[in-house]
């Protein structure tokens, strides 16, 4: 019987003749889906949707991607990926294959990698030895106990002290005969509870030396464990030999010794784009754009929702795409492009010593990678020539608004940074939140406490992480709610990164993303954030300085 594959290459179920084609290809890490991308995902949505076995996986949450392409007769369709593996498998008919199939059952990984099983079957075994198991609770054992004999003798030696002392202050006083016997006795006492003392630690430490013994049998398994892992790693990026439009190939471990961390992270050249434009590469398919989605629950520490578009991760896609995309001509980053208009901030307080302005959204803070892009201090540094020190005395994202305090000297930004630092600054924000899937059953004021880091492999996206976080603390205040939004203050009493936009979105915090957020929600035509008022200390006069600017929305 002849088995019937599905297509990779797919043309579109629906007419799509009437879509212009893009003039350029997509920037990976910040765009709008492409009407094409927009319509090819509906259709994997619909055929992921009909996979039954596949519903509890994808219940836990996928990203896959959509690449609309044009093969050399001009006929236009798409192909689609999803990243890592799915149901145990990485080379399901429907989807791009990937790049390399490590899951090959021959192939030199399946078989190294049994062999690393085999050294962690071996590690699990030393770790549970009876015999290592019952030394470990013994040293824990006859430990207290000897702290406890010890403590005990010390205690004896302390009151045999206090009456001797009360024996010598006694009347009559003790004759030479019984002070001698005193001080021999308290030789004596202590002499014994020196000798206990060493030789609970003999004991102790012959007991440490037997536990040594497997301990170091079990680190000579960790060791190899983690050469065998380290080479295997090693093996496994060159033979993700990864091709470009100009026809070129590197390897990855080639593309990622120009980064900082010189390795590639695990999972690397596994993401959904990298996977689609292999195989349009190989297939002489044109790129013309792409889209990435999500399918299915939120993970527990980062924010994803289902169906919402996500740009391509920075730590592991990053550095693959910045040598797969030369050849295409692909679109400016659009946040460059927003972060060179015109638009100044609006002074809203100002004496000698400071200012607060009102950033604009779309506006950088401080000046990025470009020095063509427009910042605050760069408004600031032009308008205050005269001015010293660091300026800004804090930041907003770029894409929020809202009121920003500047320092017009060295000294009176440091006496208002200390301000920040013991929390005596009162900030206010007001947003508008989408309202979700994830949405909790909101109470109209409450406090959000989720400890925030950085996601090392996709800045500047932040993630809740009870582990490594560090502490976030945001009271809010809903003031309306509509059918599709929420109006809300938000008063952060900490100042992490993406710290209200986090809490808005994540499932544990309210679960409605701020309206436009790109990163953790979906995209409008701004990020609906704006800091709307804060209070401080005067530096130099002492009086409470409040400043408010009402938002335009």
Same mark, same amino acid.
């Given at each position: 019987?002849?088995?019937?594959?599905?297509? /990779?290459?797919?043309?579109?179920?629906?007419?799509?003749?009437?879509?212009?084609?893009?003039?350029?290809?997509?920037?990976?890490?910040?765009?709008?889906?492409?009407?094409?991308? @927009?319509?090819?995902?509906?259709?994997?949505?619909?055929?992921?949707?009909?996979?039954?076995?596949?519903?509890?996986?994808?219940?836990?949450?996928?990203?896959?991607? #959509?690449?609309?392409?044009?093969?050399?007769?001009?006929?236009?369709?798409?192909?689609?990926?999803?990243?890592?593996?799915?149901?145990?498998?990485?080379?399901?008919?429907?989807?791009?294959?990937? @790049?390399?199939?490590?899951?090959?059952?021959?192939?030199?990984?399946?078989?190294?990698?049994?062999? /690393?099983?085999?050294?962690?079957?071996?590690?699990?075994?030393?770790?549970?030895?009876?015999?290592? @198991?019952?030394?470990?609770?013994?040293?824990?054992?006859?430990?207290?106990?000897?702290?406890?004999?010890?403590?005990?003798?010390?205690?004896?030696?302390?009151?045999?002290?206090?009456?001797?002392?009360?024996?010598?202050?006694?009347?009559?006083?003790?004759?030479?005969?019984?002070?001698?016997?005193?001080?021999?006795?308290?030789?004596?006492?202590?002499?014994?509870?020196?000798?206990?003392?060493?030789?609970?630690?003999?004991?102790?430490?012959?007991?440490?030396?037997?536990?040594?013994?497997?301990?170091?049998?079990?680190?000579?398994?960790?060791?190899?464990?983690?050469?065998?892992?380290?080479?295997?790693?090693?093996?496994?990026?060159?033979?993700?030999?990864?091709?470009?439009?100009?026809?070129?190939?590197?390897?990855?471990?080639?593309?990622?010794?120009?980064? #900082?961390?010189?390795?590639?992270?695990?999972?690397?050249?596994?993401?959904?784009?990298?996977?689609?434009?292999?195989?349009?590469?190989?297939?002489?398919?044109?790129?013309?754009?792409?889209?990435?989605?999500?399918?299915?629950?939120?993970?527990?520490?980062?924010?994803?929702?289902?169906?919402?578009?996500?740009?391509?991760?920075?730590?592991?896609?990053?550095? /693959?795409?910045?040598?797969?995309?030369?050849?295409?001509?692909?679109?400016?980053?659009?946040?460059?492009?927003?972060?060179?208009?015109?638009?100044?901030?609006?002074? #809203?307080?100002?004496?000698?010593?400071?200012?607060?302005?009102?950033?604009?959204?779309?506006?950088?803070?401080?000046?990025?990678?470009?020095?063509?892009?427009?910042?605050?201090?760069?408004?600031?540094?032009?308008?205050?020539?005269?001015?010293?020190?660091?300026?800004?005395?804090?930041?907003?994202?770029?894409?929020?608004?809202?009121?920003?305090?500047?320092?017009?000297?060295?000294? /009176?930004?440091?006496?208002?940074?200390?301000?920040?630092?013991?929390?005596?600054?009162?900030?206010?924000?007001?947003?508008?939140?989408?309202?979700?899937?994830?949405?909790?059953?909101?109470?109209?004021?409450?406090?959000?406490?989720?400890?925030?880091?950085?996601?090392?492999?996709?800045?500047?996206?932040?993630? @809740?992480?009870?582990?490594?976080?560090?502490?976030?603390?945001?009271?809010?205040?809903?003031?309306?709610?509509?059918?599709?939004?929420?109006?809300?203050?938000?008063?952060?009493?900490?100042?992490?990164?993406?710290?209200?936009?986090?809490?808005?979105?994540?499932?544990?915090?309210?679960?409605?993303?701020?309206?436009?957020?790109?990163?953790?929600?979906?995209?409008?035509?701004?990020?609906?954030?704006?800091?709307?008022?804060?209070?401080?200390?005067?530096? #130099?006069?002492?009086?409470?300085?409040?400043?408010?600017?009402?938002?335009?929305?």
């Amino acid at each position: 019987m002849t088995q019937i594959y599905e297509p /990779i290459f797919h043309l579109f179920s629906l007419p799509a003749s009437h879509i212009p084609l893009p003039e350029k290809f997509t920037y990976p890490f910040h765009y709008t889906p492409h009407p094409l991308c @927009v319509l090819a995902a509906e259709e994997v949505k619909r055929y992921i949707g009909s996979r039954k076995e596949w519903e509890a996986e994808l219940s836990l949450g996928k990203m896959f991607g #959509v690449l609309a392409v044009q093969d050399e007769q001009g006929t236009v369709g798409y192909l689609a990926a999803f990243s890592g593996n799915l149901a145990g498998r990485n080379d399901h008919p429907y989807f791009v294959p990937p @790049v390399y199939d490590l899951l090959q059952p021959q192939g030199f990984f399946k078989i190294e990698e049994e062999q /690393i099983s085999a050294i962690n079957s071996r590690i699990k075994e030393l770790e549970t030895d009876a015999a290592y @198991v019952n030394l470990q609770e013994k040293l824990k054992v006859e430990t207290q106990q000897a702290a406890e004999a010890l403590q005990e003798a010390k205690t004896a030696l302390k009151a045999a002290k206090q009456a001797r002392d009360m024996r010598r202050q006694s009347s009559p006083a003790p004759s030479e005969e019984e002070q001698a016997a005193m001080i021999e006795e308290s030789r004596f006492r202590k002499a014994e509870v020196k000798r206990m003392e060493r030789k609970a630690q003999a004991r102790l430490e012959a007991l440490k030396a037997e536990i040594e013994v497997h301990e170091e049998a079990i680190r000579e398994q960790k060791a190899e464990r983690k050469e065998r892992s380290a080479a295997l790693q090693q093996k496994l990026f060159g033979r993700f030999r990864m091709l470009n439009a100009k026809g070129e190939v590197k390897d990855l471990c080639s593309i990622f010794a120009q980064t #900082v961390g010189k390795v590639p992270p695990a999972g690397a050249g596994e993401c959904a784009l990298p996977k689609l434009l292999q195989y349009a590469y190989l297939h002489k398919l044109k790129p013309l754009a792409m889209a990435e989605f999500w399918w299915g629950g939120s993970p527990k520490t980062e924010i994803r929702c289902h169906g919402h578009y996500y740009p391509s991760c920075k730590g592991k896609c990053e550095p /693959i795409l910045q040598h797969m995309l030369r050849g295409l001509e692909v679109d400016e980053n659009p946040l460059l492009a927003q972060s060179m208009g015109t638009e100044e901030p609006e002074t #809203v307080f100002e004496d000698e010593w400071l200012a607060v302005i009102n950033k604009p959204p779309g506006m950088l803070s401080v000046p990025g990678k470009s020095e063509e892009a427009n910042s605050v201090y760069r408004f600031i540094r032009e308008k205050y020539p005269e001015a010293t020190g660091p300026l800004l005395v804090h930041r907003l994202d770029m894409a929020t608004s809202g009121l920003l305090l500047i320092a017009k000297s060295k000294e /009176i930004h440091r006496q208002l940074q200390a301000q920040f630092e013991q929390r005596t600054v009162k900030k206010r924000y007001i947003a508008l939140l989408d309202r979700s899937e994830n949405e909790r059953l909101l109470k109209q004021s409450g406090r959000i406490e989720l400890p925030i880091c950085l996601d090392p492999l996709d800045r500047p996206r932040q993630i @809740v992480s009870r582990e490594h976080g560090k502490p976030a603390v945001t009271d809010y205040r809903i003031l309306e709610i509509s059918e599709e939004q929420i109006r809300v203050r938000f008063f952060p009493l900490t100042g992490r990164t993406h710290q209200l936009r986090v809490h808005a979105a994540h499932p544990q915090g309210l679960g409605c993303p701020i309206t436009g957020d790109t990163l953790y929600g979906k995209k409008a035509d701004r990020l609906y954030l704006h800091a709307e008022y804060i209070e401080f200390r005067h530096p #130099v006069n002492g009086k409470r300085v409040c400043a408010e600017k009402t938002a335009d929305f």
